[in-house]
């Protein structure tokens, strides 16, 4: 299954689309759809124009206003409520199971000089509002695989990759993340067993 989410502006709710039941659907509009959500998905307020969604609820018709899902959901396992425990299938439930989580992005603070412009500033603080809900998102799921006991492996941007963001979706920056991705991949990625802020601490001397 295929699962992309997007943010609902107009009840600040998260979506989450299942893009393979769109394709497999057969409706006329579904190629339609199918691009609407990946475009909302992506579209980052203030650099992107939000998408817009006819929906009939109760016998009405109205718009749902659509962004990008990084403002509700950074990183997306499974709702916390959900216990693998409740599975009826006894073997399923027992079955040994994994997570892989590669996170495009570095999770530490990252200095960087800002223009003090309006447009800068803004994309700065969507930077910095997506980190730390990354952040979070990586903390719950850790906490939730530690609950069901799920192998937990998360695989980040490594610190040493300093690439400057000179604009937004900048084609060079992009570019210069996957090959370090790529890189990384090729060496198992060194994936961490726990996110950080959730390392032993260092014995006291």
Not at 101 to 116: A, D, M, V
Not at 120 to 143: C, E, Q, W, Y
Not at 175 to 184: D, L, P, Q, T
């Amino acid at each position: 299954m295929l699962i992309i989410g997007s943010t609902d502006m107009d009840s600040q709710r998260p979506m989450i689309w299942s893009m393979s039941s769109i394709a497999a659907s057969k409706h006329p509009d579904a190629l339609k759809r199918f691009c609407k959500v990946l475009l909302a998905s992506a579209s980052i307020p203030v650099l992107f124009p939000p998408v817009l969604f006819d929906v009939h609820a109760n016998g009405e018709k109205h718009n749902e206003m659509h962004i990008y899902s990084g403002m509700t959901s950074q990183v997306l396992l499974y709702p916390a409520a959900f216990r693998f425990q409740s599975l009826t299938d006894t073997a399923a439930a027992k079955r040994r199971r994994e997570i892989f989580i590669l996170r495009n992005g570095r999770l530490g603070p990252n200095h960087e000089p800002i223009e003090r412009q309006l447009l800068p500033v803004a994309v700065r603080s969507i930077s910095t509002l997506a980190k730390s809900h990354g952040m979070n998102d990586l903390h719950r799921i850790f906490v939730s695989s530690k609950r069901d006991r799920l192998d937990f492996n998360l695989a980040v941007t490594p610190h040493s990759f300093r690439e400057p963001t000179p604009e937004p979706c900048d084609p060079a920056y992009t570019h210069a993340v996957f090959e370090v991705g790529f890189a990384h991949a090729k060496n198992d990625y060194n994936q961490a067993k726990v996110p950080p802020g959730f390392e032993p601490p260092e014995p006291l001397h």
